[in-house]
């Protein structure tokens, strides 16, 4: 991600790659992020990458309220864009029982951003199955960058 970033020419603004864990604790890097970080001020727009599974093509699945903008960039210039609606309302209302970093920064940041996901080989996950072998390939989607030009 980050050879890809430093290579891209297009960017207007910094960007800046947080790897986090505590996920499955509540959410805690994200918080202590938004909470204490000196940059979490700077921050106006977040595509947060996560898994439900080891793999596979990336998915839309959240931008929150009043962002159809979002999924329509994505749209245009991801090749074979994949995506559901479905999956914003599972998570609004409260079906799934688990949290995306997504949600912290739209909720407690007001940020605006895309929520994408990896989902193939989802019965592995957190499983004593989910290891190296079973993880498929996957990349950050660098096409997305020239996406959000409102940026």
């Known amino acids: 991600v980050m050879r890809a970033l430093a290579q891209w020419r297009g960017l207007r603004r910094p960007v800046i790659l947080m790897l986090n864990g505590a996920e499955e604790y509540f959410v805690?890097?994200?918080h202590s992020f938004l909470a204490g970080h000196p940059w979490a001020d700077d921050v106006e727009f977040v595509i947060n990458m996560d898994a439900a599974g080891a793999g596979g093509k990336e998915?839309?699945?959240?931008t929150g309220p009043s962002q159809g903008w979002i999924a329509?960039?994505?749209a245009a210039v991801v090749p074979r864009p994949a995506g559901s609606v479905f999956g914003q309302d599972i998570f609004q209302a409260n079906l799934i029982?688990?949290?995306?970093d997504f949600r912290v920064y739209r909720?407690?940041?007001n940020l605006h951003g895309a929520d994408i996901c990896f989902w193939r080989n989802?019965?592995?996950y957190h499983t004593k199955q989910d290891n190296l072998e079973a993880v498929s390939p996957v990349r950050f989607p660098v096409c997305l960058l020239p996406a959000f030009p409102r940026l």
């Not at 998915?59 to 959240?62: D, N, T, Y």
């Not at 029982?97 to 995306?100: H, L, N």
């Open 59 to 62: 998915a839309l699945f959240q």
């Open 72 to 74: 329509r960039e994505y």
């Open 107 to 109: 909720d407690y940041g």
């Open 122 to 124: 989802g019965y592995v």
């Open 97 to 100: 029982p688990s949290d995306t």
């Open 28 to 30: 805690q890097g994200s």
